[in-house]
């Protein structure tokens, strides 16, 4: 049966209600009436959301491109963006890493990594603020592996160009630490296994980084703020530390300034991590397992799933969902919703010379229906991925905020306005005569009921209402109009025709007069 055990939620719900009392209960963090999602200002929200760049925060200062990007995002109902701490910029040439300022001061063409580029900071802080102010919640990744990984003395990527690089910075040398080696470092450079080794010249220097974007956070009172470790993180062994070391040592400093946080970390499960070619519904996987079992973890991110499409994508966010129930409920996001697809845990192995091969391009429509397909699987966040020029093939990376990104933006929020999501449960063993990736089913049975078409077979499934408690209404959302569409009332009981009103991607809400 594809449902949730009502009782698991409802007292993990009242426990929630004790452990969130008090001065923090403005503050962003699981709801307490369900855990799987998020509250903020003492409200429960569903993140949705999309933006063009990754380290949003750069564009504070240049005239009024943060605003207008932020506007923009508030005004299709959006509320959530992705902030990695990175100073990699988009050109069309490609990516550069010696344009956007870094954490640390440059002095006779050396960073003092003992000293803060005021530069960095301050965009940080009016990047907070502004978001802040429009409701619009962060989730900040600290270490984004690009910005470590490539050649040392090779222009071109970011470890070149980096303050951590020892050619670039006179806080340390390259004999000062075994973690440390010229030339090409690949994808997960050793310097990121400082706290796994205790190093203590690296470590301390990425301790003080660390703890001065928290300090930023609380001492500003920006309470909208998630925090993710990294991003596509395979580095690690089977405990999959640092992540879990670094997560902590977040919390840790959180709770000395009397301040909850929220931290996740997110596994890349593609070449060349290390368990790469394991199944993602598979519990002996590590970068499954650990997000889910390690307390240093207190809520989930799942971004590399959306390289998976139709059922295989809905069917791998159920079952993540389940076992994370298994071990205490708390919300599920996905800080990137890819538009091309790159199936995960397939067993065949990638390598630097086959990178884009895995990757297809699927249209425009099962590119939206992948934020669709999330949320009716009970997630809790989901941001489009960064709308940037097409990669090798014809591939393109998300819809970010561009007029498609917008659109579902809107129907989504139009959707969430029609019904009281925080009290559905994914419900698919409602629906028959239904093909594969058809349709999918969210409901408080008796009470409401949604469906959304995927544009898959024939439009058509049968939906069980014998539960249903009196005289529900039907209305239709056309989601490329962002419009409702079609009203009627349904006081039939047992099983209901559903058949969408055109082609394309549709949702259908049934509501009691007072669900």
Known sequence: MNYEPAGKCAVISAIAAI?????????????VGNPCYWEYAGRPVLLIGGSDR???FQWAGEDTKLTDHLDLLQSCGGNYVRCTMSSREYTPEGYRW????????????????RKWDEAYWKKLRIFLAETKRRGVIVQLEIWDRWNESGNSAKPGNGWYDSPWNPNN????GWSDSPLLKKGNTGFYNAFHLAAVHEDPVLLPAQQR????IV???????????????????????ATLEPDPYWARFIRDYGKSKDWELYVCTSRRFHWPAQYAGMGFQDWDNPDVRVPIVNPSFNFCDISQNNGNAGQTHYDNVLWYRRKVLDHGARPINNVKCYYFNWPMGTGKAETSSTFWRGRSSPGDGEAGAKL????FAGAAGLRFHRHTPTRPGGLREGFGLSPKGQTHLRSMREFIGAIHLFRMA???DLLSEREENEAYCLAEPGRQYAVFFTGDGDGSVRIELDSAQSTLQLRWLDIAASRWEQKSMVSQRGDFVLKVPGGGLWVAALTAANP
Do not use: C
């Not at 910075?169 to 340390?172: G, P």
């Open 98 to 113: 010696d344009m956007l300022p870094y954490p640390f001061a440059k002095i006779d063409g050396k960073y003092d990594l």
């Open 169 to 172: 910075n006179t806080t340390y």
């Open 372 to 375: 669709w397909r999330a949320v």
């Open 215 to 237: 300090d930023e956070v609380i001492d500003g009172g920006f309470d909208h703020v998630l925090f993710q470790i990294d991003n596509e993180s395979g580095i690690g062994d």
């Open 19 to 31: 452990v969130f009392a008090g001065p923090a209960a403005g503050r962003i963090q699981p709801y």
């Open 209 to 212: 980084f660390v703890r001065t």
């Open 426 to 428: 994914p419900r698919n």
């Open 54 to 56: 990754d380290n949003l």
